[in-house]
């Protein structure tokens, strides 16, 4: 039996007799479809446990129901209005009529904000919501926008629960445009709270009331008709992984059999966990491997491939869970919850850009979008003469990408094109602009829109498909999930090429008490470009690279509305995600561009980016959900921000869009409004707060070209737009100096020698497109770094 993901997983593929894992939930029936996916998964149980005071907790119910208010159903009896097919006057009603707080969220909202949220931001909200329930703060809060809080009646002032629902919402609505930025991002992120939570809960049907009102089916259409039987077909890591949670006592002996050394203790690094705050405890496990790899997506997945098939023992600790394709319900809420950094929903501190980033086996290649480029020759050359490494126009550099293209078994078909793609292609060849068909790393009729959740079908080449698989199959790597690093152990290296000498990590299972120590002769840290900072200095490093360089590659997206009787056909939210592509005209290809590719955004994404103008502009758009085609602009940005750490070593990120990189993203919505025109939308918009919603039906070139003026003129800045953020790349950038870079050419960090980073953080800068293949490519090269690092530190022995 080999430790899985929430069950056990049988070699003869059969149970047991009285196993306990499916006992209860799947019994021993086959043939009868699962409804609601891996009965693991569909017990996803988001925070509910929070600190807020009965006051607070009044004002975010307040603040919630007003995004989502119950109302009168858009129409009259008798009077016709626009359905989605299959729904009826009746689900829309319903739907009208639903409020927030109706099911029961608020205990989630405000457990959210205090996982999202660094202290010192969550004590200012928290003084928001304080002030919103007395009279005087309300009318603090209201000051300019034009909502009257005073009451001839005592105590005189009225608090935010206490105005009428109106009220309530021009006060929202003086908020999101407000001269005050921390109003505005106090505006989008109880917005997008509020909108996430609400349209990802599902019921005990796997179902969500608001979703047959708006045409959404819910869970991807393979998993809802998956049968039981898929359940014991074997995973592809097999027992190559290990859920450390899961193991529990029995972790030990299983990587001891696994022919790792696992030891009663380890002095030196006893000595340096007393240093880091650490008691000694009797559950501590000790061991001993060639390498140790934080992290399993896109660096650390080649990585264990390459030293695994070079005969080194090495152990994979990823902070995630792992799911199989298998396991997927392809639910937003429990895709969110499992698989992705603080559930997805992230940002900057001033709230200005959201982060997205995977938390699971696989990282971010388990939750992509399947687009694949190789770095592209100009930004190759870039990193040449500007930051003097050669390695980008070497032979191995070219060979890597071969490589990695190889395996991903990158191609460039696609069988059909999703509706969201079509309008693209269609409204980039009427316009005469660049456009074309995307390479990605499935096959041509991977026809997908619900991977952003974790593939269903297996189909998507992610590293727990390949990279990780190849690593396990040579029976030398462990991939051990829900296992957290804090620390990376290093100590004076006497004699050696750098001060420091690396010796492996302490970490965390799950969220308990129980630490693992790995000494380990290589340490590769893979966590990605947000979390691979922190890291490094909690663990004492001092380069003052380390955090700062970090691109985003900032994105907003711009819609179109497309009824039911325009072409082409279908719903948004079918399909493969992401298959066509337009240049950004503003810049010339070897310039900091952009791109325009399109983007999948299910109910409660949707709701959550969306612009709100009022609770009914919120439920018409929800309406239009399953019709509303989506282009994204991604911005190969000049600037940079910084990953860093605060005094309780809690990562923080601050970002701020330049003005060269704002004037390419305002470009890039302008040509996508253009695009939806011309591909037949009747209604557009755009990501900025005013949440201004555009006829095009009926209207004049002169009157397009006037809302077009009114984008320019407004502010892309990330407090008067959603902007998000896919790729994150920089924040330990390589380079050949400690002055100017946080690792050297071949990944090691200047000051710990045997310290190396795999991840996006090492390039150089932002890569302008779709980066997996980029850094698998420099992963590749790196693991020869590595390796030849340890044959030298055999040899020294």
């Given at each position: 039996m080999a430790i899985g993901n929430g069950q056990a997983e049988f070699e003869n593929g059969t149970q047991p007799e009285g196993s306990p894992d499916f006992q209860d939930d799947v019994k021993c029936d086959r043939n009868k479809p699962v409804v609601h996916g891996h009965p693991a998964l569909l017990r996803w149980t988001p925070p509910r446990n929070h600190n807020l005071s009965p006051t607070q907790f009044e004002s975010l119910?307040?603040?919630?129901?007003?995004?989502?208010?119950?109302?009168?159903?858009?129409?009259?009896?008798?009077?016709?209005?626009?359905?989605?097919?299959?729904?009826?006057?009746?689900?829309?009603?319903?739907?009208?009529?639903l409020k927030a707080s109706d099911e029961d969220i608020i205990n989630v909202m405000a457990a959210i904000l205090e996982v999202l949220m660094r202290p010192p931001v969550l004590k200012s909200v928290l003084a928001v919501l304080q002030l919103l329930g007395?009279?005087?703060?309300?009318?603090?809060?209201?000051?300019?926008?034009?909502?009257?809080?005073?009451?001839?009646?005592?105590?005189?002032?009225?608090?935010?629960?206490?105005?009428?629902?109106?009220?309530?919402?021009?006060?929202?609505?003086?908020?999101s445009t407000s001269l005050l930025s921390p109003l505005r991002r106090l505006f989008k992120s109880m917005k997008s709270i509020t909108g996430y939570t609400l349209y990802s809960k599902i019921n005990d049907e796997g179902e969500n009331a608001a979703w047959k009102a708006i045409g959404y089916t819910g869970m991807d259409p393979t998993v809802r008709s998956r049968s039981k039987e898929e359940y014991w077909k074997p995973r592809p890591l097999g027992d190559g992984h290990v859920d450390a949670k899961e193991a529990g006592v029995r972790l030990k002996a299983i990587l001891g059999a696994k022919g790792f050394s696992v030891l009663d203790e380890i002095k030196s690094f006893r000595v340096q966990s007393r240093k880091w705050g650490y008691s000694e405890s009797s559950s501590d496990i000790y061991m001993e491997c060639d390498v140790v790899i934080v992290g399993s997506g896109s660096g650390g997945g080649v990585m264990a491939a390459v030293l695994a098939k070079q005969g080194f023992k090495v152990l994979v600790l990823e902070k995630g869970q792992y799911f199989a394709a298998q396991d997927i319900t392809s639910l937003e809420g429990p895709g969110m919850v499992n698989m992705y950094e603080k559930m997805g929903a992230q940002s900057?501190?001033?709230?200005?850009?959201?982060?997205?980033?995977?938390?699971?086996?696989?990282g971010g290649t388990a939750v992509n979008w399947c687009v694949s480029f190789k770095t592209p020759e100009h930004v190759r050359n870039e990193w040449v003469n500007d930051h003097g490494l050669d390695l980008f126009t070497s032979a191995q550099y070219e060979q890597a990408m071969q490589a990695v293209w190889k395996r991903l078994a990158v191609q460039p078909e696609v069988d059909k094109h999703s509706l969201q793609n079509t309008v693209l292609l269609e409204g980039c060849k009427k316009l005469g602009y660049e456009c074309g068909t995307l390479q990605r790393n499935c096959s041509p009729g991977h026809y997908c829109g619900w991977c952003s959740y974790g593939c269903p079908t297996g189909k998507k080449q992610s590293t727990a498909e390949t990279w990780l698989v190849d690593a396990v199959n040579t029976g030398n790597a462990v991939i051990l999930s829900n296992c957290h690093a804090k620390h990376v152990f290093h100590d004076a290296n006497p004699g050696g090429k750098k001060a420091r000498k690396g010796h492996g990590v302490v970490a965390t299972i799950g969220e308990g008490s129980t630490r693992i120590f790995v000494k380990a002769n290589a340490t590769v840290i893979a966590c990605g470009a947000l979390l691979t900072p922190p890291l490094l200095l909690r663990s004492g490093l001092k380069n003052p690279n380390i955090g700062k360089y970090l691109r985003v590659h900032p994105a907003t997206t711009c819609f179109g509305y497309f009824p039911e009787e325009v072409e082409p056909k279908g719903k948004s939210y079918e399909g493969g995600i992401m298959t066509t592509y337009?240049?950004?005209?503003?810049?010339?290809?070897?310039?900091?561009?952009?791109?325009?590719?399109?983007?999948?955004?299910?109910?409660?994404?949707?709701?959550?980016?969306?612009?709100?103008?009022?609770?009914?502009?919120?439920?018409?758009?929800?309406?239009?959900?399953?019709?509303?085609?989506?282009?994204?602009?991604?911005?190969?940005?000049?600037?940079?921000?910084?990953?860093?750490?605060?005094?309780?070593?809690?990562?923080?990120?601050?970002?701020?869009?330049?003005?060269?990189?704002?004037?390419?993203?305002?470009?890039?919505?302008?040509?996508?409004?253009?695009?939806?025109?011309?591909?037949?939308?009747?209604?557009?918009?755009?990501?900025?707060?005013?949440?201004?919603?555009?006829?095009?039906?009926?209207?004049?070139?002169?009157?397009?070209?006037?809302?077009?003026?009114?984008?320019?003129?407004?502010?892309?800045?990330?407090?008067?737009i959603q902007i998000a953020s896919a790729h994150q790349l920089g924040s330990c950038r390589m380079g050949t100096s400690p002055r100017t870079s946080a690792v050297d050419a071949r990944g090691e960090t200047w000051e710990a020698e045997g310290v190396f980073v795999a991840d996006g953080s090492v390039l150089p800068t932002s890569s302008g497109v779709n980066p997996m293949v980029t850094i698998q490519s420099i992963a590749y090269c790196t693991a020869d770094s590595v390796a030849h690092f340890l044959h030298g530190a055999s040899s020294a022995k």
């Open positions: 119910k307040s603040i919630a129901d007003t995004f989502v208010p119950s109302l009168p159903p858009p129409f009259k009896a008798g009077e016709e209005f626009e359905l989605m097919p299959g729904v009826t006057a009746e689900d829309v009603a319903r739907f009208y009529k007395t009279g005087w703060g309300t009318a603090l809060l209201a000051c300019g926008g034009g909502v009257n809080t005073v009451s001839l009646k005592y105590p005189f002032f009225r608090k935010f629960a206490n105005l009428t629902p109106e009220e309530r919402e021009k006060m929202l609505q003086g908020w900057t501190d001033d709230g200005g850009v959201s982060l997205i980033a995977g938390k699971t086996v696989g337009s240049p950004v005209t503003l810049r010339k290809p070897t310039e900091y561009g952009g791109l325009l590719e399109t983007g999948v955004f299910h109910p409660a994404v949707f709701a959550a980016f969306h612009p709100w103008q009022s609770g009914a502009d919120g439920k018409e758009r929800l309406l239009h959900h399953a019709r509303t085609s989506h282009i994204t602009v991604v911005t190969r940005d000049k600037g940079f921000g910084t990953a860093k750490i605060d005094n309780d070593g809690l990562p923080m990120y601050s970002y701020k869009i330049s003005p060269y990189d704002e004037q390419t993203l305002i470009a890039g919505m302008i040509q996508s409004l253009r695009i939806l025109v011309a591909a037949g939308a009747v209604e557009i918009g755009t990501q900025q707060l005013d949440g201004e919603r555009f006829k095009v039906k009926g209207a004049t070139p002169a009157q397009i070209e006037e809302y077009l003026d009114r984008v320019k003129r407004r502010r892309a800045r990330q407090s008067s």
